[in-house]
């Protein structure tokens, strides 16, 4: 399994979700067959210094499906109207999920 962690945080705690919702529509509009998308969930230590964060798994079986998303749905994210009022990052194969 392949995975990429897309991961966002504000000090307003609707700001991630809504962020991470938008994300994931733009993901399934991309429809690539192989890749799920699960979430967006709070991150497991959800408030972190004054922060808010949570977080939307994706997972593939095979590197190429993930990467077949990952490449168009990047340049895309930095569209999103939300994606300047959160910090946000991808992880590619992450070892944490924290």
């Known amino acids: 399994m392949h995975l ?3 991961r966002a945080e504000a000090v307003d705690r609707d700001l991630p979700p809504k962020f991470l919702s938008a994300a994931k529509s ?6 690539v067959a192989g890749v799920e998308l699960l979430g967006p969930v709070p991150a497991p230590m959800e408030r972190r210094g004054g922060r808010y964060r ?3 798994l994706v997972q ?3 590197r190429a499906d993930l990467h077949r998303l990952l490449t168009p ?4 994210l930095e ?3 939300l994606a300047r009022k959160v910090r946000w990052s991808l992880d590619v ?3 944490e999920m924290v």
């Open 4 to 6: 990429a962690l897309l």
């Open 26 to 31: 733009l993901a399934q509009d991309l429809a």
């Open 54 to 56: 949570a977080q939307l």
């Open 60 to 62: 593939a079986g095979r």
């Open 73 to 76: 749905w990047v340049p895309q």
């Open 79 to 81: 569209t999103v109207r």
């Open 93 to 95: 194969d992450p070892q």
